[in-house]
């Protein structure tokens, strides 16, 4: 936590917000002036104050594990990687699905989509999905174009098209909730403006910020506005592994069994309207999944 503290210079009183980290075997400090006197607004200023140091941790942690990752990438055969790109994919697919009620396994996800093995007693819709989001993915890992409106309405169309006709690739015109969530999307008549809202948002931000934080408010905005049917969280993933990949960053998976902590930061950034509760849960998550480049 950020604490303030009182500095007596010739009979001066100035305030000083300071908040110590450690990093490493180091214990890092910094300040902030505030004046000499302790601002209304203070509670801001330290919030603000300690988005800002986390952040330039977090991102040079990012950037870091971007370089050596890539520099990691060049050494690699091209078969191996190739391979690694399918295990990722295949693990990627498994959680997305499961996290919106898919009912194969990890093991089967692999089978069908590494071997071509259907299973068996087991929903053809969860079957028939998990082969369109494999498919869809490595052709957005291809897409030389950046993300637009009708791009994301074409992913959905690819990733329901043969299972759910009545909404793939349409904007709903109803309401929806959230099973499990006290967050309410917003209503019909608000979707279209919002996602036009989004895109230009996207446009106007996607050189200014970090490509992490890209991905993660990206991914926060648009299941925010939940504009489909079904599967907007998937869609949400898949733009958020767009960015990544189209910035050069390695992707990520958000595993199933981390769906808990996931779905609370979700929750918690949309019911207060702060999309920094979201990008903290995002950024340490990238992070932990990547350590072993920062060594």
Do not use: C
């Given at each position: 936590?950020?604490?303030?503290?009182?500095?007596?210079?010739?009979?001066?009183?100035?305030?000083?917000l300071?908040?110590?980290?450690?990093?490493?075997?180091?214990?890092?400090?910094?300040?902030?002036?505030?004046g000499?006197?302790?601002?209304?607004?203070?509670?801001?200023?330290?919030?603000?104050?300690?988005?800002?140091?986390?952040?330039?941790?977090?991102?040079?942690?990012?950037?870091?594990?971007?370089?050596?990752?890539?520099?990691?990438?060049?050494?690699?055969?091209?078969?191996?990687?190739?391979?690694?790109?399918?295990?990722?994919?295949?693990?990627?697919?498994?959680?997305?699905q499961?996290?919106?009620?898919?009912?194969?396994?990890?093991?089967?996800?692999?089978?069908?989509?590494?071997?071509?093995?259907?299973?068996t007693?087991?929903?053809?819709?969860?079957?028939?999905?998990?082969?369109?989001?494999?498919?869809?993915?490595?052709?957005?890992?291809?897409?030389?174009?950046?993300?637009?409106?009708?791009?994301?309405?074409?992913?959905?169309?690819?990733?329901?098209?043969?299972?759910?006709?009545?909404?793939?690739?349409?904007?709903?015109?109803?309401?929806?909730?959230?099973?499990?969530?006290?967050?309410?999307?917003?209503?019909?008549?608000?979707?279209?403006?919002?996602?036009?809202?989004?895109?230009?948002?996207?446009?106007?931000?996607?050189?200014?910020?970090?490509?992490?934080?890209?991905?993660?408010?990206?991914?926060?905005?648009?299941?925010?506005?939940?504009?489909?049917?079904?599967?907007?969280?998937?869609?949400?993933?898949?733009?958020?592994?767009f960015?990544?990949n189209?910035?050069?960053?390695?992707?990520?998976?958000?595993?199933?069994?981390?769906?808990?902590?996931?779905?609370?930061?979700?929750?918690?950034?949309?019911?207060?309207?702060?999309?920094?509760?979201?990008?903290?849960?995002?950024?340490?998550?990238?992070?932990?999944?990547?350590?072993?480049y920062?060594k």
């Amino acid at each position: 936590m950020a604490a303030i503290r009182k500095k007596t210079v010739k009979g001066q009183t100035y305030y000083y917000l300071e908040h110590s980290y450690r990093e490493g075997k180091k214990v890092q400090k910094k300040e902030l002036y505030l004046g000499n006197k302790i601002p209304k607004n203070i509670e801001e200023i330290k919030t603000k104050f300690l988005d800002d140091i986390y952040k330039e941790k977090w991102y040079s942690d990012a950037d870091k594990i971007k370089k050596n990752f890539s520099k990691e990438q060049r050494t690699i055969p091209k078969s191996v990687r190739e391979k690694e790109l399918q295990t990722f994919v295949t693990r990627f697919t498994y959680d997305t699905q499961k996290i919106e009620g898919s009912t194969l396994t990890r093991r089967e996800t692999a089978d069908l989509l590494e071997r071509g093995i259907t299973p068996t007693n087991k929903p053809l819709r969860d079957v028939k999905e998990a082969e369109a989001h494999r498919d869809l993915f490595y052709e957005i890992l291809k897409e030389k174009k950046d993300l637009s409106l009708q791009m994301i309405l074409d992913w959905h169309w690819k990733l329901f098209h043969q299972t759910k006709k009545d909404i793939a690739g349409k904007i709903r015109k109803y309401q929806v909730a959230i099973g499990g969530s006290k967050f309410m999307p917003p209503s019909p008549v608000e979707v279209f403006p919002m996602l036009t809202e989004f895109i230009e948002w996207y446009n106007k931000n996607k050189n200014k910020l970090h490509p992490v934080e890209l991905a993660a408010v990206t991914h926060l905005k648009f299941v925010t506005i939940h504009p489909f049917g079904d599967g907007n969280g998937r869609v949400s993933r898949l733009i958020m592994n767009f960015i990544l990949n189209k910035k050069d960053y390695p992707m990520m998976d958000i595993p199933y069994e981390g769906r808990n902590s996931y779905y609370n930061s979700l929750e918690r950034s949309q019911m207060k309207k702060e999309d920094r509760i979201f990008l903290q849960w995002f950024a340490k998550r990238y992070i932990k999944e990547y350590k072993r480049y920062l060594k």
